[in-house]
């Protein structure tokens, strides 16, 4: 594999529309470049008999019960909007009739 140059930094740093300074394209072609070689040595390693997964951890979804509880917060929670009409939240018509 060729070297990456500052050129093909410059080109995905257009296509990116990030703005690098010569020391910023320098340093990414440099890093780039560990990058690609840090690949090339996990390439070599045999897969073969690994499983396949999706995560390094496993993860579980914690569930609480669902519960009907009753609320006497409706006057509370109407103040809060920009304006009501008895108990329901008062909104501007949108639909012609």
């Known amino acids: 594999m060729t070297k990456i140059n500052n050129e093909e930094v410059k080109k995905v740093a257009h296509l990116a ?11 990414h072609a ?4 560990k990058i690609l070689e840090y690949i090339k040595q996990l390439e070599k390693i045999d897969t073969n008999d690994v499983p396949s997964t999706t995560r390094a951890i496993e993860v579980t979804n914690v569930f ?11 006057d509370e929670l109407l103040e809060l909007g920009p304006s009501r009409e008895d108990k329901y939240f008062k909104v501007p018509k949108i639909i012609s009739e």
Do not use: A, M
């Not at 529309?17 to 340093?27: P, S």
């Not at 669902?66 to 409706?74: A, M």
């Open 64 to 74: 609480r019960k669902d519960e009907n509880k009753n609320s006497d917060s409706t």
């Open 17 to 27: 529309r990030l703005e690098l300074n010569e020391h910023e394209i320098n340093n």
């Open 30 to 33: 440099e890093q780039l470049e």
